[in-house]
Structure formats: structure tokens, C-alpha cells
């Protein structure tokens, strides 16, 4: 199979334990230059999405999580690319530890990739929606735009939120994964012994 491989410090553990059964796969399509220099550093072959087709599987981390397997994603900058390999993917499976799984979303600053020139279009529609945006400083993402994490929502309808910011001019996608949420998430808890257990919603 062709597996898609998302971007962070999870993602990044999920690819060197690749390495060791690099048989199994056919190939990898990355959702970030970080993971594809990661993949290629390890000898796995990595695919444009474009000639790779549909993918079986989609493995990535995330910064939230609710009940409903919605997320928040975007923490590493990489969520353009990230939400094109899972809506490319049959499976999303989802990889975290247990302190990502939250009631309602929004604690983590909602990223937002954003084409500069409307930067100060879309902050101000976010402020009119109750959040906070702030420019994360210093940072280009791999298609060339800028972020802006908005702080202070409290996201109660993710996937009517996430349509909406798609709708700002400007906004290339944002860090909400609901209309398409991850399929399966494997949550990692520390157990009273001190042992690493785990545990799968759906
Ligand atoms: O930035 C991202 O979208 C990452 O995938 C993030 O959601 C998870 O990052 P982590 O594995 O470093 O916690």
C-alpha cells in the first residue's frame, strides 16, 4: 500500500519505526518537506500525491481531539498539505497521547494558513468571530504563506466552523479537521504503574 505521513514529533516517530518494515509499504506520500527529508533519510520512497492516486491510509498526530474525533491540527505549521493527504486517504488513523482528547476544541490556538496580503483582512473577520489572532512570527509554511493561531475560541460546532473560516478570502484552509475527522485515534495514556498503555476510540 501507499501510506500518507503526516508531520510533527509523533509523525516522526511513526516514520522511523517505518523504516524497520519498509518492505510492507509500497511507498509514502508526505504531508510536509520535514517528513518526506525524513522519509528519504531512512530510504523510503516518497510519491507525489499527484502520481500516487487514492491512499489507503493516512497516519498523523494531532494538537486536539474531541469525542467525535474532530480535530485541531497545525501546531507544526504543516496543515494545508496534512488535510490534502487525508482527504486523498481511504483511512485517517490518528496517533496522540491522552492529554489531546478534550471536551469541547479551542484550547489550542486554531492555526490558520493565510496568503500574506490578507493577513489584516483575515484577523479581523476572526476577531468578529470571538478569537484572538495572533502571527506566528518567523514563519513560512512549505506553500509560502503565513499562520495565524487564533486564541480564546471555544469551537462547539466544528465542522460549521471550519466551513466558515474557508469562506474569508485569503484563508488557504484551517487547522480544523471536522468535515473530514480522523476515522480511528489511538490514544497513548501513562498508566498508575508508569507503563505506556493504549487505547482506540472507534
Ligand atoms: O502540526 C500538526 O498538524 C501536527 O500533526 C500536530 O497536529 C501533532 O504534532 P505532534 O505530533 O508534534 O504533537
Redesign the pocket.
Known sequence: MVVGI??????NHFIDLLAGMKGKIDATVASSVASAKRLQGHGIRVLDLNEAGQLSLYV????ESNEHLHLV???????TR?KIVAGASEKFVCI?DDSKLVKVLGKFPLPIEVIPMAQALVAREMVKLGGNPVLREGFTTDNGNIILDILGLEIIDPVALENRINQIPGVVTN?LFAIRPADVLILGALTVSGRWDKWALR
Open positions: 503526516g508531520t510533527g514529533s509523533t509523525a498523523d498526530g494531532a494538537d491540527k497545525g501546531g507544526g505549521g504543516a496543515l496534512e496522540a487547522g
